[in-house]
């Protein structure tokens, strides 16, 4: 099981995913371009122009990385977006094939909003390994720290696993701490939640953050539990097995056309999906702060320089890079 060390190094990639050169370098470069295009759309209330300036300046720098890059999740369906969509190929079209998972703006609606906690997320990882879960947009995911791994069951209901991730944090099930997305579906859960005498963080967007949240060291979170975006699943289950988290994951599609595709492409939302299930090899994940927030800073500008803040996880490493517009700058975190 990987065990997490956060440190700092140049964002390089052939210790994170065998094959792929300048693995690290490229999906960094790739978030902070699409953070840089959509911080001058935070808080002026247009999602939709703040995600396609997103969308594509994170498109064009794939596009350019050497290899040939496969989107197998993306939120161009979800999203109904022009770019970024499932099969889309991407990448100089010479050398190392790889698999991509994307949201390049999540928590859309908290940007326009100008609130705190988006941030532009890739996760790439060798080609074939990350799961296509085709037309399902939602899944329902439990995400638990390394402490936790083997303590999850979602065959069970929530107390079950509150009692049991309780008993691999040496807790009180009254000590815990979960994320919940605050959303009509989830109103029964947090009841149960908050009955059992849990403290619950419920933001209205962002399951990517509140999953590192329970996963990261020192993180403020043990748990995230709840129905979120696919794209989100796939890309947290890449950091959840690259820390030696827990994760399980299952189809839960949201509407009747969901429902309908997904049974039509022989998808079973019936089975529970493990983290190595989810992702079956090396995979790097990557997310640039945009409006700000506890996990990382919003663009900012110094000494003339535009700078961003980045999250680098791959390989049991934890990585902050803070970057100018020409010259790398790297923060231990």
């Known amino acids: ?38 911080e001058p759309w935070v808080g002026r209330g247009d999602p939709k122009a703040a995600d396609a300036a997103a969308t594509e300046a994170m498109r064009t720098v794939l596009g350019g990385a050497p290899g040939i890059g496969t989107v197998v999740i993306g939120e161009g369906e979800k999203d109904d977006a022009p770019m970024l969509f499932n099969g889309e190929r991407l990448g100089t079209g010479t050398g190392s094939e790889f698999d991509i998972a994307v949201d390049p703006l999540e928590c859309t609606n ?4 100008g ?17 296509s879960p085709g037309p399902a947009f939602y899944m329902d995911k439990l995400v638990v720290p390394p402490a936790a791994r083997g303590a999850i069951d979602m065959t069970q209901p929530p107390e079950a696993n509150l009692e049991s991730v309780a008993r691999a944090l040496d807790k009180r099930v009254d000590q815990l701490r979960a994320v919940v997305l605050d959303k009509p579906r989830h109103e029964d859960l947090i009841a149960r939640l908050h009955a059992a005498g849990v403290r619950v963080t419920a933001p209205t967007d962002g399951d990517v953050g509140g999953a590192l949240a329970a996963l990261l060291p020192g993180g403020d979170a043990d748990l995230l539990i709840g129905i979120g975006g696919t794209p989100e699943g796939i890309m947290t289950a890449c950091a959840v097995a690259a820390l030696g988290g827990g994760m399980q994951g299952r189809l839960a599609p949201q509407g009747e056309d969901e429902a309908r595709a997904v049974a039509e492409a022989g998808l079973d939302t019936d089975r529970i999906y493990e983290v190595e299930e989810l992702v079956t090899g090396d995979a790097l994940f990557v997310a640039t702060g945009i409006s700000g927030g506890q996990l990382l800073r919003r663009p900012w500008r110094e000494g003339g320089e535009a700078m961003t803040e980045s999250i680098v ?20 975190g």
Do not use: K, Y
């Not at 964002?11 to 959509?38: I, K, N, Q, Y």
């Not at 908290?110 to 909003?113: D, F, I, V, Y």
């Not at 890079?321 to 700058?329: K, L, S, Y």
């Open 313 to 332: 996880i791959g390989a049991g490493s934890v990585r902050r890079i803070a970057e100018a517009a020409r010259q790398g700058n790297e923060q231990g």
């Open 115 to 131: 609130l705190p906690e988006a941030i532009a997320t890739i996760a790439v990882a060798e080609a074939g390994t990350l799961m």
């Open 110 to 113: 908290l940007c326009a909003q």
């Open 1 to 38: 099981m990987a065990t997490a060390s956060t440190h700092s190094s140049p964002p390089g990639g052939d210790e994170f995913v065998s094959g792929v050169p300048d693995f690290a370098a490229h999906a960094c470069a790739a978030t902070r371009a699409a953070a840089l295009a959509c």
